[in-house]
T-cell receptor, first 115, second 118 residues
Framework: DTEVTQTPKHLVMGMTNKKSLKCEQH?????MYWYKQKAKKPPELMFV???????INESVPSRFSPECPNSSLLNLHLHALQPEDSALYLC??????????????FGNGTRLTVT | AQKITQTQPGMFVQEKEAVTLDCTYD???????LFWYKQPSSGEMIFLIY????DQQNATEGRYSLNFQKARKSANLVISASQLGDSAMYFC???????????????WGLGTSLAVNP
């Protein structure tokens, strides 16, 4: 069983909808990540939060808006998405962003389809 | 230039045999971590094994072992006694410094698709 929980597992939304992806971890990790993954490609980093502060934004379009309400929760708010945003969205956590090389632990992902 | 190279887009192995998945890396950072992840068709990204740049011994986790050759900058994954459930995409990744603030990012290879035949 994964220790990083993502909801929902699947999401279909129209281009005018607003939706949110949720991620939760209870491993005491202080870094949390959002990745986007297209089929048969490696994950692409979108955002990193470290100690609940946004540390890395990989020039992601503003229609994706991350939020870290507390050290265990990470949200990704979606608004006015495009069909090319359809992908698997993975959340991950690690002990820290800096100072160590500990592994990232991933959730099961949300399969997003934009119609 | 690719920092993580996986030269085998697809591999086949017979059930119960061992298989080696290749990974070479490029970094000038003296402190880095090497990882292998497994991603079945269902999508979850499963952490398999970790090797630190200063580790003297090769990492092992059950049927997985990492053949770490630092001078050659290679970190091959060996899966012993393959099982049907091992059929998946396997990604090699490296965590290294990316900025002066000591932040570290994960750099990914393109993956190897492994099929285990009965």
């Amino acid at each position: 069983d994964t220790e990083v929980t993502q909801t929902p597992k699947h999401l279909v939304m129209g281009m005018t909808n607003k939706k949110s992806l949720k991620c939760e971890q209870h491993m005491g990790h202080r870094a949390m990540y959002w990745y986007k993954q297209k089929a048969k490609k490696p994950p692409e980093l979108m955002f990193v939060y470290s100690y609940e502060k946004l540390s890395i934004n990989e020039s992601v379009p503003s229609r994706f808006s991350p939020e870290c309400p507390n050290s265990s929760l990470l949200n990704l708010h979606l608004h006015a998405l495009q069909p090319e945003d359809s992908a698997l969205y993975l959340c991950a956590s690690s002990q820290d962003l800096a100072g160590d090389n500990s592994p990232l632990h991933f959730g099961n992902g949300t399969r997003l389809t934009v119609t | 230039a690719q920092k993580i190279t996986q030269t085998q887009p697809g591999m086949f192995v017979q059930e119960k045999e061992a298989v080696t998945l290749d990974c070479t890396y490029d970094t000038s950072d003296p402190s880095y971590g090497l990882f292998w992840y497994k991603q079945p068709s269902s999508g979850e990204m499963i952490f398999l094994i970790y090797q630190g740049s200063y580790d003297q011994q090769n990492a092992t986790e059950g049927r997985y072992s990492l053949n770490f050759q630092k001078a050659r900058k290679s970190a091959n994954l060996v899966i012993s006694a393959s099982q049907l459930g091992d059929s998946a995409m396997y990604f090699c990744a490296m965590r290294e410094h990316v900025d002066a603030g000591n932040n570290r990012k994960l750099i990914w290879g393109l993956g190897t698709s492994l099929a285990v035949n009965p």
